[in-house]
């Protein structure tokens, strides 16, 4: 008995881990040389902080660019990529925590803020 509860235990355990953040609705302002987006999108939080945000109502964030992807390295430090229509990862660039607005994300002709 005790060790099917263990068992059970580790199966749990691993599903929990695998399982992908759960995504919420947010508001986002994303900027960027390519144009700029207000509105509800998806957040979905992984571990340490990094986090994807997509458009809710529509394909894009700005043209080409479908997600947008803080990857959060240490703390108060990120690169951030924004994925394309076409699958292309593509990098913006390093991003600081911003001190005034603790949501938002800022880099050099960029910044992304989920609230």
Known sequence: ????????????????????AQARTARCVIKSEGGMYRGPCSYSVQRGGTFTVKPIGRRTIMPGVMMVTVFVD???YA?????????VNSRW????????????WVG????????
């Open 1 to 20: 008995m005790a060790k099917s509860i263990i068992a059970a235990a580790a199966v749990l355990a691993t599903v929990a881990i695998a399982a992908p």
């Open 93 to 104: 660039g390093q991003a600081t925590r911003s001190r005034r607005d603790s949501a938002c």
């Open 79 to 87: 690169d951030v990529s924004g994925l394309t229509g076409a699958g």
């Open 108 to 115: 050099d002709g960029f910044s992304v803020c989920a609230y």
């Open 74 to 76: 240490r703390d108060g």
